[in-house]
């Protein structure tokens, strides 16, 4: 097929889409401002097979292939192939254009065997670069082996990076800063004022040369601790938290361990957050901490009427159909986490199991797949997401959108520990959330510290 002409006006760059880049975000193709955008006829097969189901992969395939619709819908074949202006919000940009790359290689100039669909799409591409060598051609996946595959074949390629905020993880808000020595020693200049029983000393913001987000905690290693509760250009106005008390703060009996786990266990037990992010590795007491929490402002202080615990991980939308059972009941054995440290809460008591057992009769706790949240809102409620490291940017954002009016969100994950294909610790759903929220006035996040889980454990996550 003699591929259609496109406009070498700038030489704009031809980007061409793999699928897992529109699984990964349905919105991609809105995300390359003036260049074109080329999705091939495979990857559009490959979306129309794994669009039918309940499963958050075909929700989000057919996410894509309505938004590959709005723009071609009505365009004829010559246009859908030549391609078709992206509409903007911005008049005054560029708008680049999306096109369908109808061409098909025949098997004595394809350079790759055409028996699998990755060499079909760099096959194309070939094709694409030779008939348009003035242009830029790109192929934009997920998939590290077929960038391989494709520089091999003298196709340039790329990861998709537009909802990747931070290209180092250790560049990442950990949610406190630890001064060496006295932070006092730092400040030239300071006004303390008493309100309601709390101490807030207003910092000039010139004082320090450190990046300070709200909610953020800053301790040194004389003992001091503060919270950033407010700040603007010209101050830092920061909350002062007696050690002692921070450190024996309770919830549903839990007691904090470290510095790190109350920085924690503040943020979750404050009526005013409401969204917590905790990550840190195995072992580091994320869920102990957010489910005795969360026990303790359902069943305690009835600040939330119930509590949605749910959990991201791999298989789950494939294997959750084949358990037998009500949803909860599916959902309980990938839930586990959730028991056992509901169990570790109470193994002290006389009746482990019957304590147990009262609390999942008492605490409104329900069990629900990822699967089932799409659409749906939450009112009152606290949402506990756990191993939420395995999501997309776009599936974080489903998640978090279902909160409704006084509900908290609760993201739980160890950044060390993704199991979903096409993610890292950058790319990761839980980064693009810490980093975008980092500056919420009602959000905070910590990274845990150390593994009181056991000494067995904290070697295994030093040494294995």
């Known amino acids: 097929m003699q591929l259609a002409e ?41 979306l129309d097979k794994l669009k039918s189901g309940k499963q958050s992969i075909a929700a989000d395939c057919r996410q894509a292939i309505r938004e590959i619709d709005k723009i071609l819908g009505r365009a004829s074949p010559e246009e859908v192939e030549s391609g078709v202006p992206i509409p903007r919000e911005s008049k005054n940009s560029s708008s680049g254009k999306l096109s369908i790359l109808m061409s098909s290689p025949p098997d004595n100039l394809s350079v790759l065997p055409t028996n699998l669909n990755d060499n079909k799409i760099i096959n194309d591409l070939c094709l694409l670069q030779h008939h348009f060598p003035d242009h830029r051609v790109v192929l934009v996946t997920k998939d590290i082996n077929m960038r391989l595959k494709s520089r091999g074949c003298g196709i ?20 406190y800063i630890e001064f060496p020595g006295n932070f006092w020693d730092r400040i030239e200049q300071v006004e303390t004022e008493q309100h309601l029983g709390r101490t807030v000393h207003r910092i000039p913001r010139a004082n320090l040369d450190t990046e300070l987000h709200t909610n953020q905690f800053i ?45 924690a266990l503040n943020l979750l037990m404050d009526p005013d957050i409401h969204l917590v992010n905790l990550t ?3 072992g580091s007491g994320k869920t102990i901490l957010a489910l005795a929490a969360a026990i303790e402002m359902t069943v ?20 959750i159909g084949f358990l037998p059972g009500t949803e909860a ?20 008591d006389e009746d482990c199991s019957g304590s147990i057992d009262y609390v999942l009769n008492k605490v409104p706790l329900h069990f629900k797949s990822l699967n089932y949240i799409r659409g749906r809102s939450f009112q009152h409620s606290l949402i506990l997401i756990d191993e939420s490291q395995n999501l997309t940017p776009h599936q974080i954002k489903t998640i978090i959108t279902r909160a409704g009016s006084g509900s908290k969100v609760i993201c739980l994950g160890n950044l060390a520990q993704i199991d979903t294909p096409y993610l890292n610790a950058t790319s990761s759903g839980l980064t693009y959330l810490t980093e975008r929220f980092k500056d919420f006035a009602h959000g905070g996040n910590i990274k845990l510290q150390g593994v009181p889980r056991s000494l067995l454990a904290e070697y295994a996550e030093a040494n294995l």
């Open 6 to 46: 496109i406009p070498s006006v700038a030489h704009p760059i031809l980007y061409v889409l793999d699928t897992n880049v529109l699984i990964h975000d349905p919105t991609a193709i809105l995300n390359f401002e003036e260049h074109h955008v080329m999705i091939p006829m495979t990857v559009l097969e490959e």
């Open 156 to 175: 340039e390629s790329e990861d998709y990076h537009s909802d990747q905020l931070v290209t180092d993880i250790e560049q990442l808000n950990k949610g």
């Open 219 to 263: 301790i040194d290693e004389m003992g001091f601790i503060g919270r950033v509760v407010a700040l603007d250009d010209s101050d830092i106005s920061l909350l002062h938290i007696d050690p002692h008390s921070f450190l024996e703060q309770e919830a549903w009996g839990l007691k904090p361990q470290d510095v790190y786990q109350a920085m």
């Open 280 to 282: 840190g590795a195995a």
């Open 300 to 319: 305690a202080n009835k600040q939330y009427r119930r509590i949605i615990a749910t959990r991201s991980i791999q298989g789950l939308d494939e294997d």
């Open 329 to 348: 009941e599916k959902m309980e054995p990938w839930l586990g986490a959730i028991t056992d440290n509901l169990e570790a809460l109470h193994c002290d």
